[in-house]
């Protein structure tokens, strides 16, 4: 097994005019003038409506098909609860813009929230993995054993009569009855052959975004005040890409002494003699038409022999990519030696050879 411990997920947003909160008890009030402004009050009565009222609504099915930001105006929500609370922490969950997070498909945003009762007065008790992800994925692939090539990037991944074709960027080709691409949709866009046309025409509708994260000790991108840092920092800043800090000391139970902060997208970077990582990741992108999309992949799985695996798939968590690497392991035939619940089991479109000699191959980042 792998090793667990708890975690804590804060929230805080700064303001460049140094308006400063956090979901900290000695947080809510990090500004002591706070206690004094009745907008300051109206604004937390107005998370409560909010909590009540979305809760209330996907409870009774009564959320159409529309976007967040169009739900949030039907109800009169203020620019005030907008700014500085849902879309900072919608923003800050699934690394976009706070602009276009009035997109996301309104339903599936509050189901979020559900699942993780982030409408609720009592949160859940978060943990997280000892060590970081690194500890699961070296676990993984001890399992694997030589079965898991790594360096093998591949080409391209194409029919060959009643087979798939996978061939790697060294000239090699492999033949599969089935194969598994486990990878960003935009790079599973790319290694599909041109004649998986429908596979093809909704990927590109599955959009990710590109961000750049420092790994550094500098302050600066944390709150002003002590009182309102969390482990999770919306910094505010003058263009509209998500700046946000995690505070690696607090998420990951991490010695206080020495600082470790991870931010994205921040307008000033940290300090040179302070930073010691700078790369660029890519989150994926949610909205109507890539919520459609997925839909309907999820529906078509086994399509042509081609299985989707990735956290693109669901929310865009970890867990998200297990369950739709499950979800195509198990249809495959697969086991697990648990019981793997709200997995969607698909029969194949296609026939597969008899069970014992079929071959799978599983492409993945």
Request: hydrophobic content about 40%; aromatic content about 10%.
């Amino acid at each position: 097994g792998v090793a667990t411990e708890a975690s804590d997920m804060s929230f805080a947003v700064s303001n460049p005019d140094g308006y400063e909160w956090a979901s900290t008890l000695n947080g809510i009030f990090a500004q002591r003038r706070n206690l004094f402004r009745p907008k300051f009050h109206r604004f937390w009565r107005t998370i409560l409506k909010f909590n009540d009222l979305a809760r209330a609504e996907l409870e009774a099915g009564k959320i159409d098909d529309i976007s967040l930001g169009s739900w949030l105006s039907k109800h009169g929500f203020k620019q005030d609860f907008l700014d500085n609370y849902i879309l900072p922490m919608g923003g800050a969950i699934w690394s976009t813009p706070e602009a276009e997070m009035m997109d996301y498909p309104a339903r599936s945003f509050f189901q979020f929230f559900e699942n993780h009762r982030l409408m609720h007065k009592e949160r859940p008790k978060w943990r997280t993995v000892s060590g970081g992800s690194r500890t699961y994925v070296k676990a993984v692939s001890e399992l694997l054993g030589d079965r898991l090539k790594l360096s093998h990037p591949v080409a391209k991944v194409g029919p060959f009569g009643d087979k798939v074709r996978v061939e790697f960027e060294n000239g090699n080709t492999e033949l599969f009855d089935d194969v598994i691409l486990a990878t960003h949709s935009d790079t599973t866009l790319n290694l599909l052959d041109e004649q998986y046309e429908d596979q093809r025409f909704l990927l590109s509708s599955a959009r990710y975004r590109p961000n750049m994260i420092y790994l550094h000790r500098d302050p600066s991108l944390m709150p002003k005040r002590k009182a309102a840092w969390a482990s999770w920092n919306v910094m505010k800043q003058g263009r509209p890409e998500m700046c946000l800090t995690y505070w690696m000391n607090r998420l990951q139970n991490l010695p206080k002494e020495k600082p470790l902060f991870v931010t994205l997208n921040p307008e000033t970077p940290p300090r040179p003699d302070l930073t010691f990582a700078t790369m660029e990741k890519a989150h994926p992108q949610f909205d109507a038409p890539a919520e459609a999309a997925v839909r309907t992949l999820k529906r078509d799985l086994g399509k042509d022999h081609i299985w989707l695996a990735g956290a693109w798939m669901g929310s865009g968590f970890h867990e998200d990519g297990l369950k739709a690497g499950l979800s195509c392991a198990l249809s495959l035939g697969g086991r697990v030696p648990w019981t793997a619940e709200h997995v969607d089991i698909v029969t194949p479109q296609t026939t597969t050879p008899e069970s014992g000699k079929v071959t799978i191959g599983a492409v993945s980042s």
